[in-house]
């Protein structure tokens, strides 16, 4: 069956076949690799996508249910040619190692300062807790954010 | 492949009867089918169908999601709330979900046990409401039909007035429960203990309730007795998470910390 | 360095700063290109059919079943390995595909390409291999009696009569931790067309890959061509073959390009682990807390086969007793054989689990003698000068361990009182704790560990410096990791030009020789030692040629003349090549005795936890460390190894472990082998101690391994001061901690 959805602002669709997830087709039918696969569980937040105006795992979601849907990857965060402040900010912190985590982190905070531009330190590892990055230890993604939402620890 | 896109329940209902297997949220369902366990060709979206995910009252509809239930959700079912999965998870996975898969560590279960909560079912023959502890009949499995649809969950029209909620895992976040517990209290002292990932179903602790109800004003001692019933009244295992003695330990701690906190909180 | 006169100018993004990184806005956008992410035109997909036992004899394959799917290209099995049977690191003792027996579960038995990635899974799923279960071996000691051993050392120095009044004796375990690196194993193999294949696949090592693959293709060198590609991750993964050889051979049958993924259940027994270890020691001291003697036996499993466990166990063996002095010692080490998942590299490389026990030990020594942990660990330290006390290798390079203790214990102690926020209390969000159940506890420990390859190994590494229109290129094999190899190359290269623009080029295995491999601390030495000797060439041969004496992005100054400008001399193809080597190492004698090191780096953490007792929950509130670093040539790159070491060490102290049920791993998923989250992460304080004298270039040490080692034994420290537990194994688990007894 053909699938018809909005993909980072642009109609898309794409042919499915058999239950797979919206990441397999992300990366392997619509050439979108940015999104990654790392865990197929949701237990690592790699694959964050927005769909619908919800942070989502898009390993877990079926390719046939978005139908219809708005759909956000890494690749569509930013203005074109321009960086998300999200990404200004990690960039700068140090926050990018491997970097296989580092899509994930970017829409998942996108998502965050979405809703909540000037998040406590609390509220940002709450909100990223759905994301391991297994290279920082954390500290240079909790600073960028800190800084990002002028809460930069004195 | 073959979807469905219901738009109300009874075409959701239908198209069960036709042996079509139901997606909500997709966060159990997806970890299948991408570890190839499952393979459903057939299959009923119900992300979009707005009549599921209505919630009046004590009446929770099945796509309702744990981020709604974590914001707008009584006490402890929205502390369980907030401890599912990540915040990822908690956008996309639903009560029904929870419900429907039927683990013995699913974070909602031990509050639907410890409040009595009753599953609405859905079918072609009409709607059937089956008590929580009838639902559930083992691990991961329940009375529900293939072509019957989890429609809600339904709380008691009363809640007690206090219920607390705590989870043990080794992770801070985003870990399956060691043990999970609601402890709930009412003004006259009734109390109810619904535990979770220490039985083959969520389970309730009923000689424990039924000697710390009696206790208006519950002393140390009586403390000390109330955890040591629900520690003997448990059944873990012992498995790749934890031990046996460990969980039968901690839910005699936890439930014990929860009864203070309902206490506490009541006195306040 | 540039001298500022003139309208002579100074480098930017040198030495000593901290240069963003130059692959950081990829890897922030999503286009960085990792191995799963190649793509070539008409490429097939490959899988893997793996034994679902720990130990069995394989009586029939039948691929026949597979074959008849539609869409499968080929099905292999050992008899279709065209050249050397076997592959290993070190030892070739693993078979590429498992022959008359499978020996741990989850070895490769056959391989598989389709068209499709699914058809592949299926065409796995239909090989019907028959298997004859026979009994593994998982114990350990048991493989110690029967002499399945892949090595023993024998460690013996100084008088073996010696004795102390004070004696405490402890023993010790540490559990299977996994590198869980983010991106799975991955690669594409593509036929040349003549015969060949170019291998772009995940690795730490191209040029031992190569070696490998070349042997078990049974082709010439200059056939097969490993290319360096982006990965996610390593901490020891990526050392060892998986699928490499596997892609090569569905390539050269097909004759198409096939591309392989693992499953991240398939990375969990596609890539070695860190060795789980069982230590006995005892430790012998003057009552004013001076070592007299230490004795350890040191078992760790290597299970089914050989990998890198008799350098592992070397390194277990000869760091048996930290960064102390002590001049009567003996080390029984002994690396097992059995049917347990394969070890091999991991980040610290069997100074880790030595190092939980020898710190354990130090603390009951402190509290046997009445002494300050630290104070224990300062009268007992090893410096410069000094004769390492299991090697007696004489201590050349700086080593400041007296200033690391120092340092620490210099740091303001973290002082916040447990509060109300159940998110930073131990359990989280799951509201088991509050602030009255908790108990604080602090815990000191320190660790010592080799930097670059020992034992005689000939460690070098080639890079070759050019003086391009785009600005200056280096060229290397070595792998980006993620921990910033591509800033501190270029730093150095522009350091020593003076030239601004620079960066790091990665080239395959025909175009250059090897950088060796990303582990061991050592690519900043090591293949920055190949740059600077490059670059300083490379300027000398530019200012003669020139008549100049200085460089910079103007050109070749002679004084305050511009002799030759930028732009004239990128048209003269002025390179350099240069092979660094760090000072020889040798073999042990027959007593472990000798000079097996090149370098040595000493840190020091203080762990600050939080425990509920009674649950047995922890919440690690606070990091604070010092790390002798040599010179700190990128310090926010230092920042980031500091943290993320710290955090899988963290990992290892209370969650971090793979379950064995006989052979079986057991939680071979993120769902159940549990990595930090942002909410288990302490905050890190971290000081760098600089100290001139070590080999590596501008005077730098390897940073990326300290931080792991000694912060397990510091949170583990911190646990048992909160609770007064013996807490003899690592991870701690909520049970050890709630139901175990106290310490004596």
């Given at each position: 069956?053909?699938?018809?959805?909005?993909?980072?602002?642009?109609?898309?669709?794409?042919?499915?076949?058999?239950?797979?997830?919206?990441?397999?087709?992300?990366?392997?039918?619509?050439?979108?690799p940015?999104?990654?696969?790392?865990?197929?569980?949701?237990?690592?937040?790699?694959?964050?996508?927005?769909?619908?105006?919800?942070?989502?795992?898009?390993?877990?979601?079926?390719?046939?249910?978005?139908?219809?849907?708005?759909?956000?990857?890494?690749?569509?965060?930013?203005?074109?040619?321009?960086?998300?402040?999200?990404?200004?900010?990690?960039?700068?912190?140090?926050?990018?190692?491997?970097?296989?985590?580092?899509?994930?982190?970017?829409?998942?905070?996108?998502?965050?300062?979405?809703?909540?531009?000037?998040?406590?330190?609390?509220?940002?590892?709450?909100?990223?807790?759905?994301?391991?990055?297994?290279?920082?230890?954390?500290?240079?993604?909790?600073?960028?954010?800190?800084?990002?939402?002028?809460?930069?620890?004195? | 492949?073959?979807?469905?896109?219901?738009?109300?329940?009874?075409?959701?209902?239908?198209?069960?009867?036709?042996?079509?297997?139901?997606?909500?949220?997709?966060?159990?369902?997806?970890?299948?089918?991408?570890?190839?366990?499952?393979?459903?060709?057939q299959?009923?979206?119900?992300?979009?169908?707005?009549?599921?995910?209505?919630?009046?009252?004590?009446?929770?509809?099945?796509?309702?999601?744990?981020?709604?239930?974590?914001?707008?959700?009584?006490?402890?079912?929205?502390?369980?709330?907030?401890?599912?999965?990540?915040?990822?998870?908690?956008?996309?996975?639903?009560?029904?979900?929870?419900?429907?898969?039927?683990?013995?560590?699913?974070?909602?279960?031990?509050?639907?046990?410890?409040?009595?909560?009753?599953?609405?079912?859905?079918?072609?023959?009409?709607?059937?409401?089956?008590?929580?502890?009838?639902?559930?009949?083992?691990?991961?499995?329940?009375?529900?039909?293939?072509?019957?649809?989890?429609?809600?969950?339904?709380?008691?029209?009363?809640?007690?007035?206090?219920?607390?909620?705590?989870?043990?895992?080794?992770?801070?976040?985003?870990?399956?429960?060691?043990?999970?517990?609601?402890?709930?209290?009412?003004?006259?002292?009734?109390?109810?203990?619904?535990?979770?990932?220490?039985?083959?179903?969520?389970?309730?602790?009923?000689?424990?309730?039924?000697?710390?109800?009696?206790?208006?004003?519950?002393?140390?001692?009586?403390?000390?007795?109330?955890?040591?019933?629900?520690?003997?009244?448990?059944?873990?295992?012992?498995?790749?998470?934890?031990?046996?003695?460990?969980?039968?330990?901690?839910?005699?701690?936890?439930?014990?910390?929860?009864?203070?906190?309902?206490?506490?909180?009541?006195?306040? | 360095?540039?001298?500022?006169t003139?309208?002579?100018?100074?480098?930017?993004?040198?030495?000593?700063?901290?240069?963003?990184?130059?692959?950081?806005?990829?890897?922030?956008?999503?286009?960085?290109?990792?191995?799963?992410?190649?793509?070539?035109?008409?490429?097939?997909?490959?899988?893997?059919?793996?034994?679902?036992?720990?130990?069995?004899?394989?009586?029939?394959?039948?691929?026949?079943?597979?074959?008849?799917?539609?869409?499968?290209?080929?099905?292999?099995?050992?008899?279709?390995?065209?050249?050397?049977?076997?592959?290993?690191?070190?030892?070739?003792?693993?078979?590429?595909?498992?022959?008359?027996?499978?020996?741990?579960?989850?070895?490769?038995?056959?391989?598989?390409?389709?068209?499709?990635?699914?058809?592949?899974?299926?065409?796995?799923?239909?090989?019907?291999?028959?298997?004859?279960?026979?009994?593994?071996?998982?114990?350990?000691?048991?493989?110690?009696?029967?002499?399945?051993?892949?090595?023993?050392?024998r460690?013996?120095?100084?008088?073996?009569?010696?004795?102390?009044?004070?004696?405490?004796?402890?023993?010790?375990?540490?559990?299977?931790?996994?590198?869980?690196?983010?991106?799975?194993?991955?690669?594409?193999?593509?036929?040349?067309?003549?015969?060949?294949?170019?291998?772009?696949?995940t690795?730490?090592?191209?040029?031992?890959?190569?070696?490998?693959?070349?042997?078990?293709?049974?082709?010439?060198?200059?056939?097969?061509?490993?290319?360096?590609?982006?990965?996610?991750?390593?901490?020891?993964?990526?050392?060892?073959?998986?699928?490499?050889?596997?892609?090569?051979?569905?390539?050269?049958?097909?004759?198409?390009?096939?591309?392989?993924?693992?499953?991240?259940?398939?990375?969990?027994?596609?890539?070695?682990?860190?060795?789980?270890?069982?230590?006995?020691?005892?430790?012998?001291?003057?009552?004013?807390?001076r070592?007299?003697?230490?004795?350890?036996?040191?078992?760790?499993?290597g299970?089914?086969?050989?990998?890198?466990?008799?350098?592992?166990?070397?390194?277990?063996?000869?760091?048996?007793?930290?960064?102390?002095?002590?001049?009567?010692?003996?080390?029984?080490?002994?690396?097992?054989?059995?049917?347990?998942?394969?070890?091999?590299?991991?980040?610290?490389?069997?100074?880790?689990?030595?190092?939980?026990?020898?710190?354990?030990?130090?603390?009951?020594?402190?509290?046997a003698?009445?002494?300050?942990?630290?104070?224990?660990?300062?009268?007992?330290?090893?410096?410069?000068?000094?004769?390492?006390?299991?090697?007696?290798?004489?201590?050349?390079?700086?080593?400041?361990?007296?200033?690391?203790?120092?340092?620490?214990?210099?740091?303001p102690?973290?002082?916040?009182?447990?509060?109300?926020?159940?998110?930073?209390?131990?359990?989280?969000?799951g509201?088991?704790?509050?602030?009255?159940?908790?108990?604080?506890?602090?815990?000191?420990?320190?660790?010592?560990?080799?930097?670059?390859?020992?034992?005689?190994?000939?460690?070098?590494?080639?890079?070759?410096?050019?003086?391009?229109?785009d600005?200056?290129?280096?060229?290397?094999?070595?792998?980006?990791?993620?921990?910033?190899?591509?800033?501190?190359?270029?730093?150095?290269?522009r350091?020593?030009?003076?030239?601004?623009?620079?960066?790091?080029?990665?080239?395959?295995?025909?175009?250059?020789?090897?950088?060796?491999?990303?582990?061991?601390?050592?690519?900043?030495?090591?293949?920055?030692?190949?740059?600077?000797?490059?670059a300083?060439?490379l300027?000398?041969?530019?200012?003669?040629g020139?008549?100049?004496?200085?460089?910079?992005?103007?050109?070749?100054?002679?004084?305050?003349?511009?002799?030759?400008?930028?732009s004239?001399?990128?048209?003269?193809?002025?390179e350099?090549?240069?092979?660094?080597?760090?000072?020889?190492t040798?073999?042990?004698?027959?007593?472990?005795?000798?000079?097996?090191?090149?370098?040595?780096?000493?840190?020091?953490?203080r762990?600050?936890?939080?425990v509920?007792?009674?649950?047995?929950?922890?919440?690690?509130?606070?990091?604070?460390?010092?790390?002798?670093?040599?010179?700190?040539?990128?310090?926010?790159?230092?920042?980031?190894?500091?943290?993320?070491?710290?955090?899988?060490?963290?990992?290892?102290?209370?969650?971090e472990?793979?379950?064995?049920?006989?052979?079986?791993?057991?939680?071979?998923?993120?769902?159940?082998?549990?990595?930090?989250?942002?909410?288990?992460a302490?905050?890190?304080?971290?000081?760098?101690?600089?100290?001139?004298g070590?080999?590596?270039?501008?005077?730098?040490?390897g940073?990326?391994?300290?931080?792991?080692?000694?912060?397990?034994?510091?949170?583990?420290?911190a646990?048992?001061?909160?609770?007064?537990?013996?807490?003899?194994?690592?991870?701690?688990?909520?049970?050890?901690?709630?139901?175990?007894?106290?310490?004596v």
């Amino acid at each position: 069956m053909i699938v018809s959805f909005r993909l980072n602002g642009a109609e898309t669709s794409f042919r499915a076949n058999h239950p797979v997830s919206l990441l397999d087709v992300l990366r392997d039918e619509l050439a979108l690799p940015g999104s990654k696969s790392a865990c197929e569980q949701g237990e690592c937040g790699s694959c964050s996508v927005i769909l619908d105006g919800e942070l989502v795992c898009a390993c877990l979601v079926m390719a046939v249910d978005v139908e219809g849907s708005d759909v956000t990857t890494v690749e569509g965060i930013a203005p074109s040619g321009g960086l998300h402040p999200v990404q200004e900010s990690l960039n700068r912190a140090g926050g990018v190692q491997c970097g296989f985590c580092t899509p994930g982190f970017v829409v998942a905070a996108a998502d965050l300062f979405e809703r909540n531009p000037r998040p406590s330190t609390a509220e940002i590892k709450e909100a990223l807790a759905g994301n391991i990055c297994r290279c920082t230890g954390y500290g240079a993604i909790v600073r960028a954010f800190e800084r990002l939402a002028g809460r930069e620890a004195p | 492949m073959d979807v469905a896109y219901p738009t109300d329940v009874a075409e959701a209902v239908a198209a069960l009867a036709d042996g079509m297997t139901p997606l909500g949220g997709g966060t159990d369902l997806m970890v299948e089918v991408n570890f190839g366990h499952s393979r459903p060709e057939q299959v009923v979206a119900l992300r979009r169908l707005t009549e599921l995910s209505e919630w009046e009252g004590n009446r929770i509809g099945a796509a309702v999601t744990w981020r709604r239930i974590e914001r707008d959700g009584p006490t402890a079912l929205a502390q369980a709330a907030r401890t599912v999965g990540s915040p990822q998870i908690r956008n996309a996975g639903t009560i029904g979900g929870n419900v429907g898969t039927a683990s013995p560590a699913g974070d909602g279960l031990p509050f639907l046990a410890a409040v009595d909560a009753r599953i609405e079912l859905t079918s072609p023959e009409g709607t059937r409401v089956v008590p929580w502890n009838e639902f559930f009949t083992g691990v991961k499995q329940t009375s529900r039909r293939g072509d019957e649809l989890i429609a809600a969950i339904l709380l008691p029209e009363e809640l007690p007035e206090r219920h607390e909620f705590g989870k043990i895992g080794v992770r801070n976040a985003m870990v399956i429960a060691t043990v999970c517990c609601v402890v709930t209290r009412g003004s006259d002292g009734t109390t109810t203990v619904g535990l979770g990932s220490v039985a083959p179903t969520p389970m309730r602790a009923r000689r424990a309730e039924e000697m710390i109800s009696a206790e208006v004003d519950p002393s140390d001692s009586a403390l000390d007795e109330f955890a040591r019933l629900v520690s003997s009244e448990v059944t873990p295992i012992t498995d790749h998470r934890s031990t046996e003695a460990y969980r039968r330990h901690a839910a005699g701690v936890l439930a014990r910390r929860l009864l203070e906190r309902t206490i506490r909180r009541g006195v306040a | 360095m540039t001298t500022e006169t003139g309208r002579r100018s100074t480098v930017r993004d040198g030495i000593g700063e901290s240069t963003i990184r130059p692959d950081g806005i990829p890897k922030l956008t999503g286009s960085f290109e990792y191995a799963q992410d190649l793509h070539a035109e008409g490429m097939l997909w490959g899988t893997t059919v793996r034994s679902p036992h720990p130990r069995a004899r394989i009586v029939s394959i039948d691929i026949a079943p597979a074959l008849a799917i539609g869409g499968v290209q080929a099905v292999l099995t050992q008899d279709d390995v065209p050249g050397r049977a076997m592959f290993g690191l070190e030892h070739p003792d693993q078979p590429v595909l498992a022959q008359d027996e499978v020996r741990y579960w989850g070895e490769p038995v056959a391989v598989v390409a389709a068209e499709d990635e699914d058809t592949a899974r299926r065409a796995a799923a239909a090989v019907v291999v028959e298997y004859e279960e026979l009994e593994p071996l998982v114990d350990p000691e048991e493989a110690d009696r029967r002499g399945e051993v892949f090595r023993r050392l024998r460690i013996r120095r100084g008088d073996q009569d010696s004795a102390g009044p004070v004696v405490v004796e402890g023993y010790y375990e540490v559990g299977m931790q996994d590198q869980a690196p983010l991106g799975t194993e991955a690669g594409l193999a593509v036929p040349d067309g003549h015969g060949g294949v170019d291998l772009y696949a995940t690795s730490q090592y191209v040029h031992a890959d190569h070696e490998q693959v070349v042997a078990s293709l049974g082709l010439r060198p200059d056939q097969v061509r490993s290319h360096p590609v982006g990965i996610g991750g390593a901490f020891g993964a990526r050392e060892d073959l998986n699928l490499h050889i596997h892609l090569c051979m569905l390539a050269l049958h097909t004759g198409r390009p096939v591309k392989m993924v693992y499953h991240r259940d398939e990375s969990f027994t596609g890539h070695v682990h860190r060795h789980p270890a069982r230590m006995w020691y005892r430790h012998e001291a003057d009552t004013d807390g001076r070592l007299v003697r230490v004795e350890a036996r040191l078992l760790l499993d290597g299970g089914a086969y050989a990998s890198t466990t008799a350098a592992v166990l070397a390194n277990a063996s000869y760091f048996a007793v930290g960064p102390y002095r002590c001049d009567s010692v003996a080390v029984d080490g002994a690396g097992t054989r059995t049917n347990n998942p394969p070890c091999g590299a991991m980040r610290g490389f069997g100074a880790v689990q030595v190092c939980f026990a020898h710190e354990s030990q130090m603390d009951r020594l402190a509290a046997a003698v009445g002494l300050d942990p630290l104070e224990l660990r300062r009268r007992n330290a090893l410096a410069t000068g000094d004769r390492m006390s299991t090697t007696g290798q004489l201590i050349e390079t700086p080593l400041p361990v007296t200033e690391v203790i120092d340092s620490l214990s210099a740091m303001p102690l973290f002082a916040a009182e447990p509060g109300d926020d159940p998110m930073a209390l131990p359990g989280g969000s799951g509201l088991t704790t509050e602030a009255v159940h908790v108990r604080r506890g602090i815990g000191y420990a320190l660790g010592l560990k080799n930097l670059g390859f020992s034992e005689g190994y000939d460690d070098y590494a080639q890079a070759r410096v050019r003086l391009t229109a785009d600005g200056v290129v280096i060229e290397t094999a070595a792998i980006e990791v993620g921990q910033g190899l591509v800033n501190v190359l270029a730093q150095i290269a522009r350091t020593v030009l003076g030239v601004s623009r620079a960066e790091v080029r990665h080239v395959d295995t025909s175009q250059i020789d090897s950088a060796g491999s990303t582990s061991a601390s050592r690519q900043t030495q090591l293949s920055g030692g190949a740059t600077h000797q490059a670059a300083v060439r490379l300027r000398e041969r530019i200012l003669v040629g020139h008549g100049g004496d200085h460089l910079d992005d103007a050109g070749v100054w002679s004084g305050d003349t511009l002799v030759t400008p930028m732009s004239q001399l990128v048209t003269e193809s002025w390179e350099e090549t240069a092979t660094f080597r760090h000072p020889p190492t040798e073999k042990p004698d027959a007593d472990g005795q000798g000079t097996m090191h090149a370098d040595f780096a000493v840190a020091g953490h203080r762990a600050v936890v939080d425990v509920d007792p009674d649950l047995g929950l922890v919440r690690v509130v606070r990091i604070d460390t010092a790390q002798d670093v040599g010179r700190a040539l990128n310090p926010e790159s230092i920042r980031g190894q500091i943290e993320g070491g710290i955090m899988q060490g963290v990992g290892l102290a209370v969650m971090e472990e793979l379950v064995l049920d006989q052979g079986r791993i057991r939680n071979a998923t993120f769902t159940d082998y549990l990595l930090p989250t942002i909410l288990d992460a302490p905050d890190v304080e971290a000081l760098l101690i600089e100290q001139d004298g070590s080999w590596g270039p501008f005077g730098a040490k390897g940073v990326g391994e300290p931080p792991t080692i000694s912060s397990t034994p510091a949170v583990a420290s911190a646990i048992r001061a909160a609770t007064g537990k013996e807490l003899n194994r690592v991870p701690v688990r909520p049970q050890d901690i709630a139901l175990s007894g106290d310490a004596v």
